[in-house]
């Protein structure tokens, strides 16, 4: 059984998920992972660039339950990380112009072993967003989305 608190991103078809244990090029063991076990957390809301204040936040096309599933389908846990045993958080910034385009993508925080390239991949990948508004007309607007990345906790066992 999983659990943890907020949201949680199940990661699905990672190419690498194997039962036993591998050996990589340096001959160290790499765990095996099963996607189930694998988590990504990204936070309900992210501030909006402070220098630009509007009306309305920008929106992914759905709302934030289908940016979470967006992310959950589409991040991939990076290999390196998964090796490295890496988990952290990713925070990317970019900007979400007038047309609902997404352009000025920039990692702001960064994790390091493949997990900021995936991060941007995925934000490149995004389809347009409803932009801002301001005084009724859409205006370009910065935008923070945190993307935690956690490898699946068992919950503890339940004494018989």
Request: glycine share 8%.
């Amino acid at each position: 059984m999983l659990y943890k608190t907020g949201i949680i991103l199940l990661l699905s078809g990672l190419s690498y998920a194997a039962s036993g244990q591998q050996a990589d090029t340096a001959g160290k063991p790499i765990p095996s992972y099963d996607p189930k076990d694998i988590l990504i957390d990204a936070p309900p809301s992210a501030p909006v660039d402070a220098r630009q204040e509007v009306e309305q936040m920008p929106e992914f096309p759905g709302g934030q339950r289908a940016l979470m599933s967006y992310l959950s389908r589409t991040l991939e846990y990076p290999h390196k990380a998964v090796v490295d045993g890496v988990e952290g958080k990713v925070l990317v910034e970019f900007v979400v112009c007038e047309n609902g385009a997404l352009c000025e993508e920039k990692i702001i925080k960064s994790l390091g072993s493949g997990c900021d390239e995936e991060v941007l991949r995925v934000v490149k990948k995004m389809p347009k967003w409803k932009p801002a508004l301001k005084d009724g007309k859409p205006v370009k607007t910065s935008y923070r989305l945190p993307v935690q990345f956690k490898f699946a906790e068992e919950a503890p066992k339940e004494k018989k």
